[in-house]
């Protein structure tokens, strides 16, 4: 498939630029990604009549609009939300329409009947169903909010994307990880570094999720596979709203677990959360406020026994080990995390609406690790620190035109290691980490692990819209967004050692690492979108265009073959700057009813993303080539910061349908060709060696089917479901996959195998039973029929067979969540329960033995015998959770 020229930032690319930047200079300012929705409709009388001139008023707010002489009315830049609407004319009798939810990006229509009157008349009150399904929607998009959420077994983000139609351990749509765009309020909150977010929310923070799994409009950028958006609470300024949840869980396996986990007990608990959230109106004009704080820390289900100590002194030559440690239980995979929200919001200048936010948090985890299992203090600890926060200013001009500007800085900071002083006296007096293979299959008996590394990212983003109603049908919006950041990333200092002895060891820093190895980069990138929503009686469209401009901001070696200027003879290689790359990608979605709850829906797309820059700029001067031996290869890869963006073009076509407002089916086919994926190349230089470099070489394409059913079986009883089939095929799974090959002697080139996550079925099922003010109670069954492995047969050279060959098992969980809503004086109180993985599965989707697939036994024990004891190799055991909350 070819494209055109500018695509790779060549040719006509630069003449789009301009073009496009000169039309973006005549509107104001930059502004917001699509946070608000739109509400319309029709206001007539008892005779179908048009009621001109009546008002349409969002309860609690100052947002509304007039009816026009037609009868219809439009309100623009409504944040998300359920909302009352208040629909009254002089001479009708008022009518309030409640549970009309808005949600981002979208457009709820809501048709009122008035009646006439000549007298005073009391108020008329209707409740708003939502649809079973949403026919004016293009692509598959799930969208829950904070009421939804709420009823799930649920406890973060993460855990409310996992139950989406196509998503699979992370992975959207069959792409690799890192190709989705995580946002809070509209706003990207994804690390340049590796493409993943920055935050990790908890659901008590969220007013509204949207999970977008198929295209995507032109405003979002910088993914390929789907588009993640979180819309945070926002506080009152009629009341104080107060809430507090507290809830401990232990992790309790069945009988057969016993022996798996055989530390695990059920009290003291391993889990608890505690949360506090104060909202209300401030002693200002017209301003309001949110503070939320949460507690969170979890021990695990992974222990070890502190039967040794780092600076232990066995004597290894002899095989004498001596025991120094206190025999504690120890968890070896702890959380611990602090995070809060603080925001403040003024609508005192009539149409303009100023707001502050910031969420961070701070924690430290310990990675499982299992060969410290008796050593556990001498494991690393892993720190992060995250903050995201910016002003936010919305302004409507008008009834047909508003605008948002948004500037935003996200900071992460990330360590692992054991000490933060490389030149920690501790290290030297535990010695090398060291074990022997006689004494419990090797397991660390001494020292600290010393692996170090550290990654920092601080980044500034402007972005947003100018969104205008053009005429009864254009919903027009125009964008520009710009992204500035500092990824720094690396060893600070490297620590080397070396066995004296069968008692001493020496510690040591290796020359030159403690600057070198941590380095900082400066990428840019710029964006701009134009985009039409197309809203006739009986027919939508979505569509607009994207361009992207990406600026790397370093450099490469002018010559590949002499790359760090050690070949005598050949060519001087000199730094070259890295080209500028500049795509534009055209959407385009339609939907088109067919009956009177039924609608055809397609979409089509481009889309484009950088790697992770973590790849991209690691050993980008090579200059670690200067020891590569002439006949030698080196397999470790070196970055490439000249990538060309990834790029995949998406189509999806499908139908939607309504029944008697009992039943509601979306069924849906999907295609997807993914070029210019990270993969790797190998040079050979002048002195006959050769080593491997990044760059656009892998590929892959998806197809697959997806269905959603919603039923209301009655008021009190909702079923729903999802399922997947999916084929996810490609040159590799990882950028690195063809130089691991390489280096294990394996064929490295390459050819179309089923992706690592390529589960080709994939079934979410909830029942959710409701009684209003008394109790609600969900359970969520999920299949997965397991994702490939590479089967072996035997051991030893040729033993494995084609990679990816073989499915692991099918696998099913089960998780619940039931609450009671007692009344406790003026509060609003509930209990609840929730149970995860509630018959205890041991397996979904994780470690299988290459030689027999399954998780439990394997047919060379031997050469397995660490794996087997190693509990980490299994899923979570069932986890229950009691909590308790309270509401003012």
Known sequence: MKHPSFRRGEGGGAAVLLLLLGLLLTVPPPALADTRGKLTGKVVDQNNQPVPGANVVLVGTPTGAAVDPGGTFTVLNVPAGVYEVRVSAVGYQTRLVKGVTVSSGQTTTVNVTISETVIEASEVVTVVERPLVDTRMTSAIAILNRDDIAALPVQSLNDVVSLQAGVVDGHFRGGRAGEVQYQVDGVSVNNPYDNSSVLQLDKSVLQEVQVISGTFDPEYGQAMSGVVNAVLRTGSEERYEASAEVFAGSYVPGPAGANDFPHVKAFPPALQNYTLSLSGPVPLPRTSFLLSLRRYQDNGYLYGIRRFVPENTSDFAQKIFRPTGDNEEIALARTREWSGQFKITNRALGDIQMSYQAIGSIGDA???????????????????????????????????????????????????????????????????????????????????????????????????????????????????????????????????????????????????????????????????????????????????????????????????????????????????????????????????????????????????????????????????????????????????????????????????????????????????????????????????????????????????????????????????????????????????????????????????????????????????????????????????????????????????????????????????????????????SYLFLRVVNLFDSRFSNGFVFATTGSPYYTLTPPADAVSLINPGRYAAPRRIELGIGLRY
């Open 366 to 828: 310990n990675a499982f690790d299992f060969a410290y299992r008796f050593n556990p203090d001498g494991q690393k600890t892993q720190k992060r620190y995250s903050l995201v926060h910016g002003f936010e200013w919305s302004h409507s001009l008008s009834p047909e035109l508003f605008y948002t500007v948004s500037v935003r800085q996200n900071y992460f900071h990330y360590t692992d290691y054991v000490f933060e002083d490389v030149l920690d006296p501790r290290y030297a007096a535990a010695g090398v980490p060291r074990g022997d293979a006689n004494y419990e299959l090797g397991a660390i008996l001494q020292g600290y692990n010393m692996g170090r590394f550290e990654q920092k990212t601080n980044t500034f983003l402007l972005k947003g819209a100018v969104t205008a109603q053009l005429g009864p049908y254009n919903l027009v919006k125009l964008g520009l967004e710009g992204q500035a950041s500092a990824i720094g990333f690396g060893a600070p200092g490297t620590l080397g050692g070396v066995v004296l002895d069968g008692t001493h060891s020496d510690i040591y820093l290796v020359p030159d690492t403690l600057a070198q190895n941590y380095r900082t980069y400066y990428p840019v990138s710029f964006a701009a979108f134009l985009q039409d929503r197309i809203e006739f009686t009986d027919f939508l469209v979505r569509a607009g265009v994207r361009l992207e401009y990406y600026d790397a901001r370093s450099t490469i070696p002018s010559d590949l073959e002499n790359p760090a200027n050690v070949i005598e003879g050949a060519p001087q290689s000199v730094p070259v700057t890295t080209k500028r790359k500049i795509v534009v990608a055209p959407r385009l979605g339609v939907s088109y009813p067919i009956t009177a709850g039924g609608a055809i829906y397609f979409s089509w797309g481009h889309f484009y993303q950088m790697p992770g820059f973590g790849n991209l700029y690691a050993n980008s001067d090579y200059s670690i080539l200067k020891n590569l031996q002439a006949g030698a290869s080196r397999y470790s890869v070196m970055g490439n910061p000249d990538i060309r963006p990834e790029f995949t073009q998406q189509y999806e076509f499908g139908m939607k349908q309504e029944f008697a407002r009992l039943l509601g089916i979306d069924l849906s086919v999907y295609y997807k060709d993914i070029e210019d994926l990270l993969g790797v190349e190998f040079i050979d230089t002048y002195a006959d060696s050769r080593y491997a470099r990044y760059t656009n070489v892998d590929f892959g394409s998806v197809y697959g089917v997806k269905a959603t059913v919603e039923y209301r079986l009655s008021a009190s009883i909702a079923f729903s479901l999802n399922y997947t089939f999916q084929n996810a095929l490609g040159n590799s799974s990882d950028p690195q996959e063809t130089a691991n090959r390489a280096s294990a002697g394996e064929d490295p080139r390459p050819r179309q195998i089923p992706f690592d996550w390529d589960q080709r079925h994939t079934l979410n099922l909830s029942v959710a039973l409701l009684e209003p003010k008394s109790y609600t109670a969900t359970v969520i069954l999920r299949y997965g029929s397991g994702s490939p492995y590479t089967p072996a047969v035997g051991s030893g050279f040729g033993a494995q067979l084609e990679r990816n060959s073989s499915p692991k098992p099918a696998w099913v969980t089960v998780d619940l969540r039931g609450e009671w809503y007692p009344q406790v004086g003026l509060l609003d």
